[in-house]
């Protein structure tokens, strides 16, 4: 059984976060549709998908049924008003800027009956925002995964004034239909994930800058120390040291707390193209997977 209300999911962006959010709903029974305006990045996405699902029947994790299946659920199309037209959720799942966000949340709700939910996977940028500019933003909230979303259990639903409860008990049993675990949180900078790992994933950069250890000794040290499931420099290579980059910035503006200041080091390997594991190079070297 799907979540009340919702049969037909649909993903704008095929970005890292996109196509595991269109993993996840395929796999947990609901018709997923996937958008990209990039038409190669659309067909990676869904190669990666099949890789992923296929892996986790090797390894037990996935029956052949499951996958099958998922797949056989999981539409690609380019067009994000074709994409949402007849869905019963819409998750924009974009690169976390503003104007696009913003532009693509306007062109879906154009496209969609009022009773569709929508909802945005920022982590960081304020919901209340996006919520202003959209007619009916009663239907709107944040819906903030984790990478690797297939992995990762939890999902962040962030709530603005005009969220109305149908729309905030629907997004909640969709979470729990994904088998993972949703916290209720307001509309502030950085939530409560972001806030909190962003400041410790810049002074463990910091950290690197000042010769305190080698980063495999730092995540070491959170890993079994802490007994965290993996470090911080780790995991800021798997999210994205640009991404990271954008999301400092944005929290040291809102907040005007020094501890979110980005650290040159960060700065410079951005611009020096050293993104972590998608360019495959960052605080470490990863191997090309394609």
């Not at 799907?2 to 996109?18: C, E, F, L, Q, W």
């Not at 008003?81 to 503003?98: D, F, T």
């Not at 306007?106 to 925002?129: C, H, I, K, R």
């Not at 400092?248 to 020096?272: C, K, N, Q, T």
């Given at each position: 059984?799907?979540?009340?209300?919702?049969?037909?999911?649909?993903?704008?962006?095929?970005?890292?976060?996109?196509?595991?959010?269109?993993?996840?709903?395929?796999?947990?029974?609901?018709?997923?549709?996937?958008?990209?305006?990039?038409?190669?990045?659309?067909?990676?996405?869904?190669?990666?998908?099949?890789?992923?699902?296929?892996k986790g029947v090797r390894l037990g994790k996935v029956a052949e049924t499951t996958r099958d299946g998922a797949l056989a659920r999981l539409k690609p199309v380019t067009g994000a008003a074709e994409a949402s037209r007849g869905a019963h959720l819409v998750i924009?799942?974009?690169?976390?800027?503003?104007?696009?966000?913003?532009?693509?949340?306007?062109?879906?709700?154009?496209?969609?009956?009022?009773?569709?939910?929508?909802?945005?996977?920022?982590?960081?940028?304020?919901?209340?925002?996006?919520?202003?500019?959209?007619?009916?933003?009663?239907?709107?909230?944040?819906?903030?995964?984790?990478?690797?979303?297939?992995?990762?259990?939890?999902?962040?639903?962030?709530?603005?004034?005009?969220?109305?409860?149908?729309?905030?008990?629907?997004?909640?049993?969709?979470?729990?239909?994904?088998?993972?675990?949703?916290?209720?949180?307001?509309?502030?900078?950085?939530?409560?994930?972001?806030?909190?790992?962003?400041?410790?994933?810049?002074?463990?950069?910091?950290?690197?800058?000042?010769?305190?250890?080698?980063?495999?000794?730092?995540?070491?040290?959170?890993?079994?120390?802490?007994?965290?499931p993996m470090g911080p420099l780790r995991l800021t290579d798997l999210v994205g040291l640009d991404v990271r980059l954008d999301i400092a910035r944005y929290l040291h503006e809102s907040l005007g707390s020094e501890a979110f200041r980005p650290p040159r080091l960060?700065?410079?390997?951005?611009?020096?193209?050293?993104?972590?594991?998608?360019?495959?190079?960052?605080?470490?070297?990863?191997?090309?997977?394609?």
């Amino acid at each position: 059984m799907v979540s009340p209300g919702v049969s037909r999911v649909a993903v704008i962006g095929a970005g890292t976060m996109g196509h595991g959010i269109a993993q996840v709903a395929a796999m947990a029974g609901y018709e997923t549709v996937l958008c990209d305006v990039d038409a190669a990045r659309l067909d990676r996405a869904i190669a990666r998908i099949e890789a992923t699902l296929d892996k986790g029947v090797r390894l037990g994790k996935v029956a052949e049924t499951t996958r099958d299946g998922a797949l056989a659920r999981l539409k690609p199309v380019t067009g994000a008003a074709e994409a949402s037209r007849g869905a019963h959720l819409v998750i924009e799942a974009v690169p976390e800027v503003m104007e696009l966000k913003m532009r693509i949340l306007s062109e879906v709700e154009a496209s969609v009956e009022d009773g569709t939910v929508l909802a945005t996977n920022t982590s960081s940028l304020p919901v209340s925002q996006m919520a202003a500019a959209l007619r009916l933003p009663g239907r709107f909230l944040g819906l903030h995964f984790f990478n690797p979303v297939h992995i990762m259990e939890l999902v962040e639903v962030v709530e603005v004034d005009q969220t109305h409860l149908r729309a905030l008990n629907r997004a909640m049993w969709f979470v729990k239909k994904l088998g993972k675990e949703a916290i209720r949180v307001a509309d502030s900078p950085g939530f409560a994930s972001s806030r909190l790992g962003i400041v410790l994933g810049l002074e463990a950069i910091r950290m690197v800058e000042s010769d305190v250890a080698s980063p495999e000794d730092i995540d070491k040290a959170m890993v079994l120390g802490y007994r965290h499931p993996m470090g911080p420099l780790r995991l800021t290579d798997l999210v994205g040291l640009d991404v990271r980059l954008d999301i400092a910035r944005y929290l040291h503006e809102s907040l005007g707390s020094e501890a979110f200041r980005p650290p040159r080091l960060l700065e410079r390997m951005v611009a020096d193209g050293r993104l972590g594991k998608k360019t495959g190079r960052g605080f470490y070297d990863w191997p090309d997977e394609s």
